[in-house]
């Protein structure tokens, strides 16, 4: 029997930093560290080609950091954006333990851990079958790691942005308050710009609405789940141009 094709040839994974730490927890551990690598690795494996967007909330959240401590907003988003590479060099060892070629890139300049983030050097590696983790941001305060994602994406022409939760996609309501909150299967980018839904910043989906790359929601700790929508399974929350979403069959509805 064949194997499977992706449905995507490269994509951009966004995963935040609370992946690396348990629930409640803070810091990096090894075992959601090793899971996440795992699940990238599983993609990789595919042929796809894979750039992947890391945040720091699990070490420090910019906005929260600078109203607790009085720190100016700039200087607490530029050492939330240090974070970023802690869990960058972190997610290269364990993918690298696995056998699996990384580069990280760093909006910020650390040289002697990490390359500068160059558009083009980044397109080789991915060509090459490297995977990229991208860190520090976009470099800049005031800005988040999603509207980092969504621009990477955009500039290196992915075919989709794969926003990683804890969660199976987008509901209308908290799915962990509310049992009977409803997933959406699909949206267009004006539905979570004008319903001002928590899907992400709304400047990083306004630059995919503008490039043409679709965002899916997805749940990142049901293992499989990522190399399931990369081979084309409709899981999770597609947002996009209607049209473009992948059809669901009968057996792929959610059940009530």
């Given at each position: 029997?064949?194997?499977?094709?992706p449905?995507?040839?490269?994509v951009?994974l966004?995963?935040s930093?609370?992946?690396?730490?348990?629930?409640?927890?803070?810091?990096i551990?090894?075992?959601?560290?090793?899971?996440?690598?795992?699940?990238?690795?599983?993609?990789?494996a595919?042929?796809?080609?894979?750039?992947?967007?890391?945040?720091?909330?699990?070490?420090?959240?910019?906005?929260?950091?600078a109203?607790?401590?009085?720190?100016?907003?700039?200087?607490a988003?530029y050492?939330?954006?240090?974070?970023?590479v802690?869990?960058?060099?972190?997610?290269?060892?364990a993918?690298e333990?696995?056998?699996?070629?990384?580069?990280?890139?760093?909006?910020?300049?650390?040289?002697?851990?990490?390359?500068?983030?160059?558009r083009?050097?980044?397109?080789?590696?991915?060509?090459?079958g490297?995977?990229?983790?991208l860190?520090?941001?976009?470099?800049?305060?005031?800005?988040?790691?999603d509207?980092?994602?969504?621009?990477?994406?955009?500039?290196?022409?992915?075919?989709?942005?794969?926003?990683a939760?804890?969660?199976?996609?987008?509901?209308?309501?908290?799915p962990?308050?509310?049992p009977?909150?409803?997933?959406?299967?699909?949206?267009?980018?004006n539905?979570?710009?004008?319903?001002?839904?928590?899907v992400?910043?709304?400047?990083?989906?306004?630059?995919?609405?503008?490039?043409?790359?679709?965002?899916?929601?997805?749940?990142?700790?049901?293992?499989g789940?990522?190399?399931?929508?990369?081979?084309?399974?409709?899981?999770?929350?597609?947002?996009?141009?209607?049209?473009?979403?992948?059809?669901?069959?009968?057996s792929?509805?959610?059940?009530?």
């Amino acid at each position: 029997m064949p194997a499977a094709q992706p449905r995507y040839r490269r994509v951009v994974l966004k995963i935040s930093g609370e992946a690396f730490c348990p629930p409640g927890a803070s810091g990096i551990h090894a075992g959601p560290l090793r899971g996440v690598a795992g699940e990238i690795h599983e993609v990789a494996a595919l042929g796809v080609q894979l750039a992947v967007v890391v945040g720091g909330g699990n070490f420090l959240r910019g906005a929260g950091f600078a109203g607790e401590l009085g720190i100016e907003a700039a200087v607490a988003d530029y050492m939330g954006m240090l974070a970023t590479v802690l869990n960058a060099l972190a997610l290269q060892e364990a993918l690298e333990q696995r056998g699996q070629a990384t580069r990280v890139q760093s909006a910020l300049a650390v040289q002697r851990v990490c390359e500068p983030f160059i558009r083009r050097r980044a397109l080789r590696h991915l060509e090459k079958g490297r995977i990229v983790i991208l860190a520090g941001g976009t470099g800049n305060p005031h800005v988040t790691t999603d509207s980092c994602a969504a621009l990477r994406a955009a500039e290196l022409r992915a075919e989709a942005l794969l926003k990683a939760t804890k969660v199976d996609g987008v509901y209308d309501d908290d799915p962990q308050r509310n049992p009977r909150a409803r997933l959406y299967e699909r949206m267009t980018y004006n539905d979570v710009i004008d319903g001002r839904l928590k899907v992400m910043d709304f400047s990083a989906v306004d630059v995919c609405q503008q490039h043409g790359v679709p965002i899916i929601v997805f749940n990142l700790f049901k293992p499989g789940t990522l190399r399931r929508i990369v081979l084309g399974e409709p899981l999770g929350t597609f947002v996009g141009q209607p049209q473009d979403a992948p059809r669901r069959d009968a057996s792929s509805e959610p059940r009530a």
